[in-house]
């Protein structure tokens, strides 16, 4: 074998090894294009997966979250908080529906207020079986005292006895109580005199005042107060200079003393009304009686002699 044909040989094989070279290079590198290409594959689905959980899971708490604004509302609970929740709840799953690219940040800050919702769901469920528990107790009390049958009279005559029956048809777990009530009489020369026995002519104002006993369950607003001064009689002192005038009480009307608009804070907070009178009263027994949306608030007697 010639020196240049031995030449030509060893350049095939050098040559022919390049190629098995470069072909193994090659189907290495496929190798792990394919690889990456499947664990981005696999991280992409796991990712998708994790959003479709995330979401279904807001899509529950948001369904129950509305189940709980509706039981509260047919027991007068707040509900304007739980709102503004649902309104931000439709928010987070929308931006989870919507949002292809959702930043790693954010995901995780949507999923952290998951366990928040979990955890006001809870709270509400608690809130709701103590409103449940209250209201029954006071609908138990109240079918007893419905036992109690007691006619009504529509004239002011019948007025004590109307009290008596409205008290035994208390059916709202939020209505308003005033206790300590109280009388200060106040004379022409501006003397004060605190009781519930008061001379005629010493008389000039009659103060009446009373505390807003707590209620939980009545919502924080404005409430109209009716103050009824029944005469010995059973009449009511009317005076439309002083804003005398009539409200609805037992689908009927009756006619108030004066009234007086409050914004309840529970908070205990302290009413007064002052009745100046504008002739002599009768002597005897007066009732001062209170009601607030149909219901006797309280009630308290005092004499003139």
Known sequence: MTLS?????????LLLVLVVILVFLNGLQWLLNDR?????????????????TT???LDSISSELELQISELQSMNGHVDSLILIVKELERD?????????????????????????????????????????TNQSLLDETISLKKEKIDLEDSIVGLKRTQR????????????????LSFTRISDSG?????????????????????????????IGVKTIYLIIATPEGATLYNEAIGSGTFKLNKGEVFYT???????????????FEYTKDSDLKVGQYTAMLYNDGVLMGEQSFIIK
């Open 165 to 180: 029956k409205m008290s035994a048809k208390i059916s709202m777990a939020s209505s308003l109580k005033a206790k300590d």
């Open 55 to 57: 979401y279904a899971k």
């Open 258 to 272: 004066m009234k007086q608009d409050i914004l309840f804070d529970n908070t205990e907070q302290k009413v007064a």
């Open 5 to 13: 044909k031995i030449k030509r040989n060893n350049k095939n094989n």
């Open 93 to 133: 799953k929308q931006e989870l529906l919507t949002s292809k690219n959702l930043a790693n940040g954010r995901y995780q800050e949507l999923r952290g207020k998951v366990e928040a919702y979990e955890e006001l769901l809870k709270r509400k469920d608690a809130e709701i079986a103590l409103l449940k528990k």
């Open 191 to 219: 003397k004060e005199k605190i009781g519930t026995s008061f001379k005629n002519r010493r008389l000039s104002r009659l103060k009446l005042h009373f505390t807003i006993a707590k209620n939980p369950i009545s919502p």
């Open 36 to 52: 990456s290409s499947q664990k981005k594959q696999v991280l992409i689905e796991s990712k998708e997966l994790e959003l479709v």
